[in-house]
């Protein structure tokens, strides 16, 4: 009869590709076990990882929502803080200048006007805010500063009342300066150099955050107007003639504190969009936290299952080492 036999070199490669493979697999059983997903996921899923990959895609879809909301969320609380300062300045400086007895002294009322362009400087330090490196107020062209410099606004503007002798011609003058329309050369062309608003933001599958408030928008221009209506004295506007320059200051007063209401009622328009973001923000996490439990549902490692598996390859190797042990004490004189 036919003899097989084998060789003591080429029963060594075949020991040791037999160990090598029985280690492979307790190496690939024991990362399974730690980590508690399958390796080998296509045979998992008898190659059927469609409904797997669709998961991956709507988790990384809603990364980029939640990114673009957080995103939002920072942009509109900017929004918010910087309105929040202007109307303050608003709120204070108009109650001084309103309710000032009538017998101010020209020394206080040059005071006050100064105080005004000051705070016309904050207020569009405010307003020129940026988060992320973007500008808060400049609309579609967040990239570029929104508004000119104080002192840029009312050197425009003391052109433009040069030579007006009252203070309802110079309050009308700076009012029909600020509300001109883009192409007449006033604020819209000389003083704002951002874009339109409405530039809209998907947040969630189904929504979409539209922030139209800028530094054009009506509220916030005409709290600027009643700052700047009240530098006028300190830019030499009524020069000498009291009682007109504290009718200007008192005029400006009255339009800060009118210009008040407008402007909250802004902020409550971000205030919704806040709402709607963090509302998005819920429900997109709700969302991923669904996903990834389905999605680890899939990839998961049966424990039970892994942990017999490594048992039954641990007894492998100790039974391939024995076999092992045992052929490398054959000798030849055994035989004979």
Request: glycine share 10%.
């Amino acid at each position: 009869m036919t003899v097989q036999s084998i060789g003591d070199q080429a029963r060594a490669f075949a020991m040791q590709a037999a160990s090598n493979r029985i280690k492979t697999t307790l190496a690939t059983l024991t990362a399974e076990l730690s980590s508690g997903e399958v390796a080998d996921l296509g045979a998992r899923l008898q190659g059927n990882t469609q409904d797997l990959a669709g998961i991956e895609s709507r988790l990384a879809m809603l990364a980029q929502f939640k990114s673009n909301a957080a995103e939002a969320a920072a942009h509109t609380q900017g929004m918010q803080n910087a309105l929040t300062s202007v109307r303050s300045i608003i709120e204070d400086m108009g109650q001084g200048l309103y309710l000032e007895p009538q017998a101010t002294s020209d020394g206080l009322m040059a005071a006050r006007s100064a105080e005004a362009a000051s705070a016309l400087q904050t207020a569009i330090g405010h307003l020129n805010g940026t988060v992320g490196q973007r500008f808060l107020f400049s609309g579609a062209r967040s990239d570029t500063q929104p508004l000119a410099s104080a002192d840029t606004i009312l050197t425009a503007l003391t052109t433009h009342v040069a030579g007006l002798t009252t203070a309802q011609d110079v309050s009308q003058a700076v009012s029909d300066w600020f509300d001109a329309a883009p192409g007449m050369g006033g604020f819209a062309d000389m003083a704002y150099h951002g874009g339109a608003g409405g530039q809209s933001t998907p947040i969630g599958e189904e929504t979409t955050i539209t922030l139209t408030t800028t530094a054009l928008s009506p509220s916030v221009r005409d709290s600027l107007k009643g700052l700047a209506t009240a530098a006028m004295l300190d830019r030499g506007a009524l020069a000498g003639d009291g009682v007109e320059g504290r009718k200007l200051l008192q005029a400006a007063g009255k339009a800060l504190l009118e210009s008040s209401p407008p402007l909250i009622a802004e902020m409550s328009r971000l205030g919704y969009s806040q709402q709607v973001i963090a509302t998005a923000q819920t429900e997109g996490d709700a969302a991923s936290a669904t996903l990834q439990t389905a999605r680890n549902t899939l990839r998961e490692a049966d424990p039970l299952a892994t942990a017999a598996a490594i048992s039954d390859a641990e007894t492998k190797l100790q039974t391939l080492y024995s076999v092992i042990g045992r052929l490398s004490q054959l000798k030849l004189v055994d035989y004979l």
